[in-house]
Structures are given as structure tokens and as C-alpha cells.
Nanobody, 121 residues
């Protein structure tokens, strides 16, 4: 079993900043890609940012230049620094990890429970 726990969500005014963290624990041999997704009310879940084990990143166009993702492989953790937040960034944010649980095992996705980010004046 693999557990992902997010933290750092909350309420912030437009233009403000938040930093999300997500730590994976449990039966982990190696983690491949990790990523952040978000889902706003009435909308589909969308990719916000992803990062490979080697540190290569990818961002949704709507957050490029404002959000930065990073990871600590030794701690099985991923972070999302969100700056210049907009009302449109309001959503539940989820972290995802592509986890290999044992040598020669296939990888599978694990998801966190989500953390609410609300941007409002």
C-alpha cells in the first residue's frame, strides 16, 4: 500500500502565494513521475504540473511562469510553489505518484486525498 498526503492548501487573496507539499509513504521501491492535478467544481480534473525522477518539469499553460514544482527523491516528496494566484486557480489540488512497489514490479498510480485551494478577495 502507498499513501500520499497533501498539505499546504488554504485561502488566499488574488496575487498571493501558497506552497503545497505531498509526501508518499508505504511500500515504495522507486517513484517515477510525480505530478499535481486540480479539479474545480463542475470541471474535469486537469494536469497542473509534473516532474520526472530526473527533475524534468512540465506545466499547464495556464500556470506557466507562476507555479513551480520540485521534488525530493530521498523523501518521496513533491512540492508546488504557487505565486500570483488567480481566482481561476481555485480548486481541489491532488498529487499523483507513479510508484514501483517492488523490484521487477509494474508501476501504478497512487493519488492523494486532495487539498482545497481557494483564491478570493
Amino acid at each position: 500500500q502507498v499513501q500520499l498526503v497533501e498539505s499546504g492548501g488554504g485561502f488566499v487573496q488574488p496575487g498571493g502565494s501558497l506552497r503545497l507539499s505531498c509526501a508518499a509513504s508505504g511500500s515504495i521501491f522507486r517513484i517515477n513521475d510525480m505530478g499535481w492535478y486540480r479539479q474545480a467544481p463542475g470541471k474535469q480534473r486537469e494536469l497542473v504540473a509534473s516532474i520526472t525522477s530526473g527533475g524534468r518539469t512540465k506545466y499547464a499553460g495556464s500556470v506557466k511562469g507562476r507555479f513551480t514544482t520540485s521534488r525530493n527523491n530521498a523523501e518521496n516528496a513533491i512540492y508546488l510553489q504557487m505565486n500570483s494566484l488567480k481566482v481561476a486557480d481555485t480548486a481541489v489540488y491532488y498529487c499523483r505518484a507513479d510508484v514501483i512497489q517492488a523490484w521487477h514490479s509494474a508501476s501504478s498510480d497512487s493519488w492523494g486525498q486532495g487539498t482545497q485551494v481557494t483564491v478570493s478577495s
